[in-house]
């Protein structure tokens, strides 16, 4: 019944409300995720399962073991162990990517022009409008874009999980040729370092994701002044 009025709720929320259609999916899908963490734990082979992966490197303070959507429920390590491997390599990505907005909205950017025609990298906007919108890089520097993240992702940026040489770790993308003194650290240093990691690639991921929103914020005229970034123009 709890679901039913939720969703009865969420549906009535949408058919209502004024906002853009982005945010009133964002809205649900953010009630399904809470109303999912105080769902009734399934007992028995699941609550076993779930208990194997209690004490796994991430379930730290102060939230402990926490898998609200019930996304580790009768899984088995090689399951856990992918789903690592998403979660680190969306961290990286995210930290990345707050970096670059700090960055460039800093008025730091690279020298020289972007494209033949001769335009400079800071001719064009910050944020998602320097892809998308009126004022967006061209279609086939895009296309650059994403055919050269797709040959890291399918060639360079790949560990144990999806058929590299076998590494210490989900995310060990050094395949034998990398290092960076990483072989030097104890153990407790490298588990030390890897939670860190975690940790800022868990905040980075919920940073960037309010830096988007606030950017379509400024769409309906809702411009916000940020801490260190300051109003996303």
Not at 115 to 120: F, P, R, W
Not at 153 to 175: C, H, I, Q, W, Y
Request: overall charge negative; charged content about 20%.
């Amino acid at each position: 019944n709890g679901w039913r009025d939720l969703m009865r709720s969420s549906l009535l929320f949408s058919s209502t409300s004024n906002q853009p259609t982005m945010f009133k999916l964002a809205a649900i899908a953010s009630l399904i995720a809470g109303a999912s963490a105080f769902a009734p734990a399934q007992q028995g082979a699941s609550s076993t399962a779930l208990k194997a992966f209690e004490s796994e490197l991430g379930a730290q303070p102060p939230l402990g073991f926490f898998d609200p959507l019930g996304l580790l429920e009768d899984a088995d390590q090689e399951r856990f162990d992918r789903l690592r491997y998403v979660e680190v390599k969306h961290g990286r990505i995210c930290m990345l990517a707050f970096l670059g907005q700090i960055v460039t909205r800093a008025g730091i950017h690279l020298d020289g022009p972007i494209d033949l025609a001769g335009n400079t990298f800071d001719s064009f906007p910050n944020g998602i409008a320097a892809i998308i919108g009126p004022d967006a890089i061209s279609q086939s520097a895009v296309a650059q874009i994403v055919f050269f993240v797709g040959t890291l992702e399918l060639g360079v940026m790949k560990d144990s999980t999806n058929g590299a040489e076998p590494g210490e770790f989900p995310g060990d993308f050094r395949n034998g040729a990398l290092d960076f003194g990483w072989d030097t650290f104890d153990e407790e240093t490298k588990l030390a370092k890897r939670a860190i990691e975690l940790n800022n690639g868990r905040a980075a991921m919920m940073g960037i994701l309010g830096l988007m929103v606030h950017e379509k914020l400024n769409e309906i005229d809702m411009v916000a002044d940020l801490p260190i970034i300051g109003a996303l123009q």
